[in-house]
């Protein structure tokens, strides 16, 4: 018994003296540290230094893998973009952007202490303009000009209303910017206003000729200034009814015969006196039709003429004198 007893109590000593030796080296001797190998093939820490970020995002004390993810999600979070009222958010890939997550990883834990690691971003302006014109094309808008019609016999302008117009190419610089990380702020797209070309407030002269009352008003916009007396056409050679403008405004101007019946067999007749034009002629955008001067006086206020629109003489040149080529004339039938 002693025999088989003692090589049993060998047995257990040296045991015993191993777990001994074991706990000893435990607390005496640190731990060899854990490394890792980069995709360069260079060794590294398991986990990334205190303080490091890559490209503001904090990756302090994450393995490899975790800071990987850091990184592409907030490589991959959206742009918010505003433009005018409205919010657009748009992600990196739309734009054909990639970041090199993995190589800034891979410095990340190489780096010292408390450093920003850059992430290198390759993008493509191209896309990035073409992203930037389809915005442009749902949110620019043409400036409206005040448009002039008639109420009630009488002018009324519609309200003008400025353009908008996308600066495309700060837009696309303004993005290509902040696609890193560390500059993901709202980017205000910037719309430049466009005027109009034609407002009320700028509007020029409106003649409203009332063919039954042979009357002429002259409006300067929608406010009212004058009005003439005048001769409108017979009842043979009616003057056109409809929307016009002065197409032409002659001083002492020659009188030609139209081809019409009436005049057949007559001859020019030269500025003067004896003119049927008197001194001005401004004709409308209605052939041979026209607002003119008459030396028969006695014809105003009546349905006399061949068709154009006679004043006195003098107050056919004060209208010459107030109007422009281009001014709109309403002719209506009472």
């Known amino acids: ?84 009222n409205t919010r657009v958010l748009v992600t990196p890939d739309v734009l054909d952007a990639a970041a090199g997550t993995q190589k800034a990883v891979d410095r990340a834990l190489l780096a010292a202490a408390g450093t920003n690691v850059p992430l290198g971003i390759a993008t493509d302006a191209r896309q990035t303009a073409v992203f930037v014109a389809g915005l442009a094309r749902r949110y620019d808008r043409d400036a409206a000009d005040t448009r002039l019609f008639l109420r009630h016999g009488r002018p009324w302008l519609s309200r003008e209303r400025a353009g908008l ?29 466009l005027k109009p070309k034609l ?40 003057t056109p009814l409809g929307r016009f403008a002065i197409a032409v405004k002659w001083k002492n101007p020659w009188w030609y015969p139209p081809d019409s019946p009436w005049a057949k067999g007559q001859k020019p007749i030269p500025p003067g006196l004896g003119n049927p034009l008197g001194t001005r002629w401004m004709g409308l955008t209605s052939p041979g039709v026209g607002i003119h001067g008459t030396p028969d006086a006695a014809s105003i206020g009546y349905s006399a003429s061949h068709g154009c629109i006679r004043m006195r003489i003098s107050e056919a040149e004060w209208l010459f004198n107030h109007i422009d080529v281009g001014t709109t004339v309403f002719i209506l039938p009472h």
């Open 1 to 84: 018994m002693k025999r088989v007893i003692f090589p049993l109590l060998t047995v257990s000593g040296l045991v015993a003296a191993g777990l001994l030796a074991a706990v000893v080296l435990a607390a005496g001797t640190p731990p060899p540290a854990t490394t890792t190998t980069t995709t360069t093939g260079t060794t590294a820490a398991a986990t990334i230094a205190s303080g490091v970020t890559i490209a503001g995002v904090a990756v302090a004390g994450l393995a490899p893998e975790a800071a990987l993810a850091a990184v592409t999600r907030a490589f991959g979070a959206p742009l918010e973009l505003v433009i005018g």
């Open 165 to 193: 117009r996308l600066d495309q190419r700060r837009a696309v610089r303004d993005v290509l910017a902040a696609l890193s990380p560390a500059a993901r702020e709202t980017i205000v797209l910037v719309q430049r206003k």
């Open 199 to 238: 407002t009320r407030r700028g509007f020029g002269s409106v003649l409203v000729i009332h063919r039954g009352q042979n009357r002429l008003f002259l409006y300067r916009g929608t406010k009212y200034q004058r009005v003439f007396g005048v001769a409108t056409g017979q009842s043979a050679y009616p």
